[in-house]
């Protein structure tokens, strides 16, 4: 049995080393004593050889010992690493100097200790707050050692900002020496920063090292030696620091807590400006103490294996054809045929207010004139560039001129909630922020990051107050007859970052580049053999920014986009009106609302949506019954419902007809997969767990996989979420669950998340849900599991029309109803039936059951407590 010296140490890793010191602030000759724990001698009585060196500097007022996962790790994984984390001089054990070392001081420091150890590399530096720049700076001066980068929240600059309130506070000449040397109150304060809260032994053997005033002058040291200034003596040194690691060619790990209130994102913004390769992954809900909040040494040692150990060889560029997004606008330049249509009036306005017209010719002088006033403004290739706009025509303009620039667009829109609209902003970190009244009110209450330029025009009070730095037309009128930048185009480079719904978990930024976006373009108009001249009417959000790119007039409806059930049947035909349109993008939650209305349709209104070619619900599944209503009104069009999401759209497209032919099954069948794209399955083990062999064989369940040059690049500062989904080399993981059929149709089955691994072997959801939703008087259903894994028992949550009044067990009637159904159709029992007045849907697509919050609630009902509150739905 292994003694641990203190909770999660080993007594074989701790040392110490004596070592010569050469720090201008000491006498030639001096030697000072350091403590370390290094894994290096286990690793040395075991025979193995390490693949390298994790040098670990911690900041203040931790020590070594918050690396003591990565010392564990570093010993156990495949290929060990040695780990040597270290006290510094006045900190943890090391010895306490009685001088003040600047930072110049302790990067020479650090620079001793590793020479004396003999340590030659390959060297991956790991730091922590001011632990962060101090191994950055030896990171500089030992290029030739250097494998790699990892950081957690640290700063390696103020970023254009003032200190924050805490470092001002513990800086205070009044505050000072009580706060950090006198009391433990500075490093009780930062150990209170841990989310979720330090064990007690924890907490205690992060305060050893520190009992007692004449141990602390480090902490108090330390503090008076963050540069704030340029009067300051360390100035020099971070600025050296700041400016070199931009020159640094090896890879680089930022792992973040967004909850910090002393390194907030907007030092991840400016370190990642500096190092914009880095690999980033943001922990939602995590502070200041990373380490200590998640598991980092997981993320860290896959990141090595992959980055480090065995780098891919990106020296091969793609080689498909490439058409830029702006290749249409600029050739129908001279065109002064309809471009964009706006039904609604931006930002409310009256009700009878006439739409609003552009020509290609206006959108093509349009996006010049923005281009340069937002050039001028600063924006510049890869710059990014929040767009809270509704679609229409400023939202094209400003999408359009922004890809002009190369700059990256960043759209999440308001259905996030302000919560989740919140956390999607600060987590893409925009520069430039561009928005309507609403969403600029949102911006300065909230403290969302970037440059405030408001779509209207606003009063000089207003700008003030909601700090509005330029106006849409003001940049127009200041880019009117300018010379647009003219910047070499990158294929390869990031275009934009759209968010997904949150409608499976948090919404996640998906990084798209030039080449991935036309690849989009390209999959749309070749799978439904759109051309240029074609009007569609843009009911569904993502494809509005597809017209001009596709050559197509595009007509955005009078609705409110972030909530598709506003769209009526009279205002989708008054859009069909206005452009002739012969093409409809809705969402099934849009469609559901235009039937409901089409009674108040008039004959012109009939007329118009009885010329529509092509309409296609995406979004969420959508039944038969629904779509043969929608026929009646669209009579010659042909009906289609793409398959895809996010980070692939589309992936796979199914008609009507094609609904039709393949009948019934367990799941909803999208058909077959399109242009350029290829489809597999990972099976699904009766564990629950995953295959990573892709598979094309019929009737095997399994994770839905998709491979095509219009899948995403990335998830955006979500290494470890995009690990995951890459994980099977040259295909994306949906999370979805399915199957083929005999035809090679592919059935989505459910969720990865949402499938219950029985007694009897894995089930998943929708087969069950389709046929309670075809008992009598039920309007939804959601299948969820109750119970351990392995174990789980399938419960069915049921909505009923007219809606119950109340959450709780269903009558009987009904629950023998849909038990009776179930067993029929898919072969198994339900445990319980369960009522809800409305289920939990995610507010984008109203339509998307969340059965997660599902299960959790149904567990708590069935255990006999009090009825839970369930919410509407997710922000």
């Not at 950055?136 to 494998?147: K, M, N, P, S």
């Not at 986009?561 to 993008?585: C, E, H, K, M």
Request: glycine share 10%.
């Amino acid at each position: 049995m292994v003694e641990e010296l203190w909770p999660g140490v080993s007594s074989a890793w701790s040392a110490f080393v004596h070592v010569p010191s050469t720090a201008a602030v000491d006498a030639p000759g001096t030697v000072r004593k350091w403590h370390v724990l290094d894994n290096g001698p286990d690793l040395a009585e075991a025979g193995i050889e390490p693949a390298g060196t994790l040098l670990c500097v911690h900041g203040n007022p931790t020590w070594s010992y918050l690396w003591r996962s990565l010392l564990a790790a570093g010993s156990a994984a495949e290929k060990p690493w040695r780990v040597v984390a270290v006290d510094q001089l006045d900190m943890g054990f090391s010895e306490r100097t009685g001088a003040f070392r600047r930072l110049e001081d302790r990067i020479t420091d650090l620079g001793n200790l590793t020479d004396t150890l003999g340590i030659t590399g390959p060297v991956v530096t790991v730091g922590h707050d001011w632990g962060g720049v101090i191994s950055l700076g030896w990171a500089l001066r030992h290029r030739r050692q250097l494998a790699g980068v990892v950081l957690t929240n640290t700063a390696v600059h103020p970023a254009g900002f003032s200190l924050p309130p805490a470092l001002k506070l513990a800086l205070h000449p009044a505050v000072h020496p009580w706060g950090t040397r006198s009391t433990d109150a500075f490093i009780r304060v930062t150990h209170s920063l841990a989310q979720p809260a330090l064990p007690a032994p924890v907490r205690e053997a992060f305060a050893l090292p520190y009992r007692g005033a004449a141990r602390r002058h480090g902490v108090a040291n330390f503090v008076a030696d963050i540069p704030a200034d340029e009067t300051h003596p360390s100035w020099r040194a971070l600025n050296t620091v700041a400016d070199g690691i931009r020159r640094l060619d090896v890879p680089s790990l930022v792992l973040w807590g967004p909850k910090d209130p002393v390194f907030s994102d907007r030092y991840l913004r400016d370190l990642l400006e500096r190092m914009p390769a880095s690999s980033v992954h943001r922990f939602e809900g995590a502070s200041h103490l990373l380490a200590e909040d998640v598991d980092i040494a997981s993320p860290v040692f896959s990141w090595l294996q992959g980055a480090v150990e065995t780098p891919a060889d990106t020296s091969l560029r793609r080689s498909e054809p490439f058409r830029p997004m702006l290749a249409e606008l600029d050739e129908r330049a001279a065109d002064t045929t309809p471009a964009v249509v706006d039904m609604a009036p931006l930002d409310g306005g009256g009700a009878d207010a006439e739409p609003r017209t552009l020509s290609w010719s206006g959108l093509a002088e349009r996006v010049n004139a923005l281009a340069a006033g937002l050039a001028a403004a600063g924006v510049r290739p890869g710059t990014r560039v929040n767009l809270l706009v509704p679609p229409g025509i400023e939202l094209t303009s400003l999408i359009y001129a922004c890809l002009r620039l190369n700059a990256v667009i960043v759209v999440a829109d308001a259905g996030l909630g302000a919560k989740g609209l919140g956390r999607a902003i600060k987590g893409a970190g925009p520069a430039f922020l561009i928005g309507i009244d609403r969403a600029l009110i949102g911006a300065r209450a909230f403290g969302w990051p970037g440059t405030r330029i408001s779509v209207s025009e606003l009063s000089p009070a207003r700008k003030r107050l909601l700090g509005v730095q330029h106006s849409v037309e003001e940049l127009i009128a200041d880019g009117a007859g300018s010379e647009v930048p003219w910047y070499p185009a990158d294929p390869d480079a990031d275009a934009a970052v759209l968010f997904t719904s949150g409608s499976t978990g948090p919404a996640k930024g998906v990084v798209y580049t030039h080449r991935q976006l036309a690849a989009m373009r390209d999959a749309i108009k070749d799978t439904y053999n759109l051309r240029a001249g074609t009007s569609l009417v843009a009911g569904f959000a993502p494809f509005a920014l597809l017209g001009p790119a596709l050559g197509a007039t595009s007509v955005t409806p009078d609705m409110d986009v972030t909530s598709p059930r506003t769209l009526t049947a009279a205002a989708l035909a008054d859009a069909a009106v206005a452009v002739n349109a012969t093409t409809i993008f809705a969402s099934p939650a849009a469609l559901t609302n235009v039937i409901a209305t089409s009674g108040e349709l008039d004959a012109p209104q009939r007329a118009a949506l009885a010329q529509v070619e092509l309409l296609l619900s995406a979004g969420a599944p959508i039944a038969e019954p629904l779509l043969a209503q929608v026929q009646d009104l669209v009579p010659k069009a042909s009906l289609h419902t793409p398959y895809g999401m996010t980070e692939a759209l589309p992936v796979t497209d199914i008609s009507l007809e094609g609904i039709r032919a393949a009948g019934s099954g367990n799941g909803v069948c999208v058909g077959t997969a399109v242009s350029r794209a290829d489809v597999a399955i990972a099976e699904v083990f009766p564990d629950g767990s995953v295959g990573t062999e892709p598979l094309t064989v019929p009737n095997r369940t399994g994770e839905i996989l998709v491979s095509a040059p219009h899948v995403k690049d990335r998830y955006d500062r979500l290494w470890i979420t995009e690990s995951g989904s890459s994980s099977i080399d040259g295909w994306h993981r949906t999370g979805d669950v399915g199957h083929f059929d005999d035809e090679g149709r592919l059935w989505v089955e459910g969720r990865l998340g949402h499938i219950l691994t029985t007694a009897g072997g894995v089930r998943t959801p929708v087969a069950a849900e389709q046929a309670a939703e075809a008992v009598d008087g039920v309007r939804r259903a959601a299948l969820a599991g109750v119970g351990p894994a392995g174990a789980q028992v399938p419960v069915a949550v049921v909505e009923t029309d007219p809606p119950s009044r109340k959450a709780g067990v269903a009558p009987a009637a009904l629950t023998a109803a849909v038990r009776d159904r179930v067993r029929e159709q898919c072969g198994f029992d339900v445990a319980a039936v369960l009522v809800l007045p409305q289920m939990p849907t995610d507010i984008r697509h109203n339509s998307k059951i969340d059965r997660t919050a599902l299960a959790g609630w149904a567990s708590r009902l069935l255990a006999g407590g009090p009825v839970p509150s369930l919410g509407r739905g997710k922000r």
